[in-house]
């Protein structure tokens, strides 16, 4: 309990402050004496370093319970938990020490690894900078930097990293390779990726960079060459050349551009000054073809040039003009074959042949307008050609394609009825389909007449299925649903088995259109029975059925949605959405938690990647999690909890939950770290404040109580006081109380120093024991110990047993027994104690219950107690408040305490104890009334 000190007599203060000065000095000395924390660092380091880890830890551990703030020794429990991949502690332990001391090198050094190992690199990257603004000069630093930009796929960055510490460290040739290396393997890279421009970058780089390689210069020249950009390819040969004068692979590349570019004089000559400083059989080889592919190129020039002689003289010779003209055209020259067309019809009148040859001119040109028009034109002079009206057919339809793609569906529709006039079957019927495509494309007012269209088709082909489902895409997008999905089905039924599933795919897509689209209204209802109609065509469509899950969850009905997802997972046994579901379905029964979680997180360890399982598994995790430490299996919740958060090491509901564990374990700092990333909603925002208050409070080692106690007899006017000062110490497993009790009464005064040792055995049992030792109006001496343990009563209950001696002070020998046991359910705590008392041989008992209701936390509650025997409680006793033994005592108390801040609490409770009277006085009963007032604050 927790009181505050009410009408306190001076003296009494004073005694309580040499006291508090006493104890503080004493600490202090003690403190300087055992400041070992440098042989504990030491130790601690040796074994690590002799790889006994546990061994170190142990030293560490002690090290921490003396010196919980150094920052040596929170690194080196970083250490200890990151050897072990314990990353979230270890996170926190080398946070800790740079609170401590920032200038901690290894905790940064260590940090660098932790976020790398756990894949947050932008928080490595900044840990190494840090590093690097204490030694900028590190080049291990430098090269780990580039590796975490590398493992988070910066490779831009790396990349520019490289560059420059390569220029920072030019003497150091590692550096230099490393960064041509790379460079090397991202022009490769962009070439495969046909980014030319990027992959020509890259190879000028590397030349720059190390002129005397010469695959450098062959890269960077094929590069060239790709972009048809034979300028710089010839400018980098040359420059090649320059410097490896003898390399076969740069000769071939300049021979085969000179001969790509007919120079061969130019080549012939240069083939002829390589093969004398370098007698090669291969040059000579080469030689020899290019002289003979020379030697052609001339002779296939001569005849033309002749002819062109004869044409000069006698325009109207027909041979000279066909044969000039060929060469001509196959040369390209199309401005000079117009020429001579022109000379040759001034020379012997206009035919239909020269119009032909002036028509092929314009086709191979380009000219498509000057092309066109003569088509048109010889098609009205000579309509029975039957290659003139092809040829027309053909320009009308590149006319209807062209207004196609500019939108002018109108004038298209116009070309198509031409094209369907005059052209062959095929165009006739590309003609028909591309008349319902404009009608299609000019929407919704168009819809008929790209039916009726349609209709003509289905008329003449009416087994093509294909038709069909371009009907059902009409009316699908004229909202007839129905009639969209009856006539797809009809051309599914119309189609071989062999090619059925390519027209369901086209069905699929058309119904999850349509099921989308219901669904966006909040139509689910009719939006099923599109899908349950869907399932009928394809039974095992993964988008089907995953439509039929959701919608039956829609809908509300859960049998529909297990019966769905069970035939999703027998069809797709390895697919995680069915997995998933039904873990979400089955998940509503807590006894399914431990099955479930199994299960899935077989399926995660398969799957690792997937995000869709792994939030599914997180919140089997959480609520398997909760299930385990509501039944106070703490070492399993926590195992599952981190299990989770290995997957999903930012979610904060785990991290919730996982502090809980902790809670549990008494572990409030971690505690604390965990429930503190929890995000309230603004109902429960100063509950939760309220509870982070308590665990900050129960993180803190040291507590000062100071309490007050007044009772009253209901008939005397007469007020007993008792005022109390302790100071607790609380370790890991160990706490230390000294206490002091003084009372002030009408013989005198009493002073009662009492101290208590607890200590923790395992996560099921503890003990406490404490003395005391008093002049008056408290035993005279005083004995307790108790031990404590959880046991698997009642889904988890904690037993106590414990044993008492008194001395009192008139002599009086008192031994007592005490069997206890405490329940705690959410915010309730129940605790009931059976006292046996053995007063001069005779025995005496009292049965006491108390019921506390936690409002925020375990030290924000309000509480009911009572008790019934033939002894006071244990309490008045201790205090020597009333003698009524061997007599019928009652006791009922109300009371409370909260907690104000996060390092103070206070509390006060109203007790009544009503007594058979047996001495000689006008009263059968008295009664006493007591108040307890109460102070903790820790530090």
Known sequence: ????????????????????????????????????????????????????????????????????????????????????????????????????????????????????????????????????????????????????????????????????????????????????????????????????????????????????????????????????????????????????????????????????????????????????????????????????EAARDAKNRKPATLYGKVLEQNPGNEEAFEYVFIDVMGTHQYEEALGILNKQR????????????????????????????????????????????????????????????????????????????????????????????????????????????????????????????????????????????????????????????????????????????????????????????????????????????????????????????????EAYPEEVYFKIKLAEIEGKDDSNFERIYLAMHQDVLKNPYNIDLINAFTQVSDDYGNQLIKNKDLDLARKVLDTALYYSPENKTLKYSKGRVFEKLKQYDSAYAYQSVYEPDYLEENQFKQHLYYLNYKSNRNEIGIYHLRSRYGDEDIISTVSTLEYSFFGTRNTYVGRVNYAGRNPGKGVQIQLEWGRILNERTRFKVDAAWANQFFPEIMLNASIYRQLNILNGLEGELGLGYRKLVDDENFLNLVVGATKELDKWRFNSRFNNFVLDGQWLYNFSLNARYYIASPKSYVTAMGSIGSSPDIEMIDYRLYDGFSVLNTMVGVGGSHLLTKNLSVGVLGTWYNYKNDQNTNFDFRNLYNLYLQIHVAF
């Open 1 to 292: 309990m927790i009181t505050t000190i009410y009408k306190t007599p001076l003296k009494s203060v004073c005694i309580t402050l040499i006291f508090i000065l006493g104890f503080q000095t004493i600490y202090s000395q003690v403190k300087v004496t055992l400041d070992d924390r440098k042989d504990y660092t030491e130790q601690a380091s040796a074994l690590f370093e002799r790889g006994k880890w546990e061994e170190g830890k142990i030293i560490i551990d002690e090290g921490l319970d003396k010196h919980p703030k150094d920052s040596d020794l929170n690194m080196l429990s970083g250490k200890y938990h990151h050897h072990y991949k314990e990353y979230d502690r270890a996170r926190y332990d080398l946070i800790k020490a740079l609170r401590q001391n920032p200038g901690n090198v290894d905790a940064k050094h260590i940090l660098v690894n932790v976020e790398t190992d756990s894949k947050r690199y932008s928080s490595a990257i900044c840990y190494v900078n840090e590093l690097l603004e204490i030694n900028p000069y590190w080049r291990g630093l430098w090269r780990k930097k580039i590796a975490i930009y590398e493992l988070q796929g910066n490779n831009v960055e790396a990349s520019r990293l490289r560059k420059r510490i390569m220029q920072i460290y030019p003497e150091d040739s590692e550096l230099q390779e490393d960064y041509l290396y790379s460079a090397e393997m991202q022009a490769i890279a962009s070439n495969k990726s046909a980014n030319i421009e990027q992959a020509i970058a890259l190879s000028k780089e590397l030349v720059n960079q190390k002129a005397d390689n010469p695959e450098y210069y062959l890269m960077l020249i094929n590069n060239y060459l790709k972009a048809g950009d034979q300028y710089n390819a010839q400018s980098y040969i040359e420059q090649g050349l320059d410097k490896f004068p003898k390399n076969l692979s740069l000769i071939d590349k300049k021979t085969g551009l000179l001969a790509e570019q007919n120079r061969y004089n130019e080549l012939l000559g240069f083939l002829q000054q390589e093969i004398k400083s370098n007698n090669s059989p291969e040059l000579k080889k080469q030689y020899n073809y290019y002289l003979l």
């Open 346 to 569: 001034k020379a012997r009148g206009n035919s239909k042949k020269l119009s032909i040859m002036e028509l092929m001119v314009y086709n191979r040109m380009g000219n498509k307008t000057r092309g066109d028009a003569l088509a048109k034109q010889l098609f009205l002079q000579y309509p029975d050609d039957a290659d003139l009206r092809i040829n027309y057919a053909v320009i009308m339809l590149n006319e209807a394609k062209d207004k196609m793609a500019e939108e002018r569906y109108s004038e298209a529709i116009t070309a198509w009825d031409e094209v369907w006039k005059y052209g062959d079957s095929e165009m006739k019927k590309v003609a028909q389909n591309a008349i319902f495509n404009a009608y299609m494309a000019m929407g919704n007012t168009e819809y008929n007449n790209a039916l009726n269209a349609l209709n003509a088709m289905i008329e003449a082909d009416p087994s093509n299925a294909d038709l069909y489902v371009k009907r059902a895409d009409v009316y699908w997008r004229q909202k007839k649903y129905k009639l969209a999905i009856a006539t797809y089905e009809q051309a599914l039924q119309m189609v071989a088995e062999d090619v059925k599933q390519k027209h369901l795919g086209g069905y699929s897509d058309m119904i999850s259109q349509i099921v989308k689209e219901l669904n966006e209204q909040f139509r689910y209802s009719e939006s099923l029975a599109y899908v349950k109609e869907w399932l009928k065509q394809d039974p095992n469509n993964l988008q089907a059925l995953q439509y039929a899950v959701n919608l039956s969850f829609q809908t509300k009905n859960a049998a529909e949605m297990k019966r769905y997802a069970q035939m999703g997972k």
